[in-house]
């Protein structure tokens, strides 16, 4: 990928998503992580579900 194309496809991606990030007692997400992996479901798919639910769609 040429640099331009790298840093035009990072410029997209900025305005597109946003970050969220925060620290959890690392037990805690150990466990989470746990059940999501039973469930077999990623963080990003769970986040979405539960944002969704808050925003009521």
Known sequence: MPPESRAEYFKDRRAKFKSFTVEV?????????????????????????????????
Do not use: N, P, T, Y
């Open 25 to 57: 007692e690392r037990e805690k997400m150990e466990a989470f992580e746990r059940k999501l992996q039973e469930r077999q479901e990623s963080k990003k798919e769970w986040l979405d579900k539960k944002i969704d639910e808050e925003l009521g769609q």
